[in-house]
């Protein structure tokens, strides 16, 4: 495994090198192909691949219809909703210093709102103590609005790490033939703000209202390494951790596919080895791209953390990207390497959800697009 350095970076180990590092004139086929690239039709990668339109120049004294629309309703119900009552969730915990574990335990909820056609829902309730992927879930009480669980979960976890775990509860309404309803989340990210945990803390709580389950997806390690005279990026695939559970048995079968993205338009895309039942893999593998120099501006890497499934499509768990466009670390980490070059600086990234249009572009083959070989 790579081991950072002093300044942060993290060296790559020798049997990632290669002897065609410094060819000169490989790079050369990048210019070559780009032009015929960009007549293809191009892949909706999703609004952080789209370049900026060039604002119209307006006359003066020329009326912006624009500038006096009225609010649309759907922003104003958004903001309604974010304040608006989910109910209250009661429950306890206490620490079992003789198991090492933390003892949650689910008590009940009180004015859940009804998400049911006869006013009524059927909740139940996922806890996770992150950054841990597992989770227990309670059991479905039909049609109320105040279930009683009294259900008792363990987590273990030393004491020691109880300051750095966050408490994580997310309310859903049972539906038989559909998608569950999120009803709200509770994170408790100060587990010793009531007590010490040496004795049974009983806790009230409100319910946010939320959409979708803000459980983190994990993070990923890798190291970025330019060589300007070969022009060559060297990506290295180091490790994740706390990956998203994809599978029934609570892991999955995690790869990483890195694209090269180029005004918008998916120019190669490489692929690491699969990890099987894991949801902590460790890669160390190097995925090379040859971009000249006068091309780094212009391009990106989308990295997608994938599933791997036997049977029907690969899921993606989390996605993130890097180059001078990107936001955030993702644009600190990309300038960092240019400004060390030949030097493999590596970072940790959190994983973000993928956008609607990411999804149907994994799932979907692009016999559309011819995709050149640079490397």
């Known amino acids: 495994m790579p081991t950072p350095d002093g300044s942060g970076g993290v060296a790559i180990p020798s049997h990632l090198c290669y002897s065609s590092l410094f060819c000169p004139c490989r790079h050369n086929s990048f210019k070559r192909h780009l032009p015929r690239q960009m007549q293809v039709g191009s892949?909706?990668?999703g609004n952080d691949y789209m370049v900026d339109k060039d604002e119209k120049p307006t006359s003066i004294g020329r009326i912006q219809p624009e500038l006096y629309q009225q609010k649309a309703p759907e922003s104003e119900d958004s903001s309604k909703n974010s304040s608006k009552n989910c109910g209250k969730i009661n429950f306890s915990l206490k620490y079992d210093y003789e198991n090492e574990s933390l003892l949650v335990n689910i008590l009940k909820a009180v004015d859940l709102?009804?998400?049911?056609?006869?006013?009524?829902?059927?909740?139940?309730?996922?806890i996770y103590l992150l950054p841990d992927r597992k989770k227990f879930q309670t059991r479905v009480h039909r049609k109320t609005l105040n279930p009683t669980f009294s259900e008792s979960f363990q987590f273990p976890v030393p004491y020691d790490e109880l300051a750095a775990r966050?408490?994580?509860m997310s309310v859903f309404d049972f539906d038989r033939f559909s998608r569950h309803d999120m009803i709200g989340e509770v994170v408790m990210e100060n587990l010793f703000e009531t007590s010490d945990l040496s004795r049974e803390t009983n806790i009230?709580?409100?319910i946010q209202y939320a959409t979708s389950e803000s459980v983190d997806l994990g993070e990923i390690m890798f190291s970025l390494c330019y060589l300007p005279t070969a022009g060559r990026l060297t990506l290295t695939v180091i490790k994740c951790r706390n990956l998203k559970a994809m599978d029934i048995t609570g892991y999955s079968d995690p790869y990483v596919k890195v694209s090269l993205i180029c005004d918008g338009r998916?120019?190669?895309?490489?692929?690491?080895?699969?990890?099987?039942?894991?949801?902590?893999?460790?890669y160390n593998e190097a995925i090379i791209f040859d971009i000249p120099p006068d091309s780094m501006d212009h391009v990106s890497l989308h990295i997608s953390v994938m599933d791997y499934d036997l049977v029907g499509h690969n899921e993606i768990i989390g996605v993130m990207r890097v180059g001078c466009s990107a936001e955030?670390?993702?644009r600190d980490h990309w300038n960092e390497m240019l400004a060390y070059p030949r030097k493999p600086i590596a970072h940790w990234h959190p994983l973000l959800e993928p956008k609607k249009?990411?999804?149907?572009?994994?799932?979907?083959?692009?016999?559309s697009v011819r995709v050149y070989d640079f490397g």
């Open 43 to 45: 892949l909706d990668l």
């Open 166 to 168: 966050k408490l994580h």
């Open 113 to 126: 709102p009804a998400k049911d056609l006869c006013g009524t829902s059927d909740p139940y309730v996922k």
């Open 266 to 282: 998916r120019l190669k895309k490489k692929k690491t080895s699969i990890k099987k039942n894991t949801l902590n893999p460790t």
């Open 328 to 330: 955030g670390l993702g």
């Open 357 to 367: 249009s990411e999804k149907e572009v994994s799932l979907r083959v692009d016999y």
């Open 204 to 206: 009230w709580m409100d």
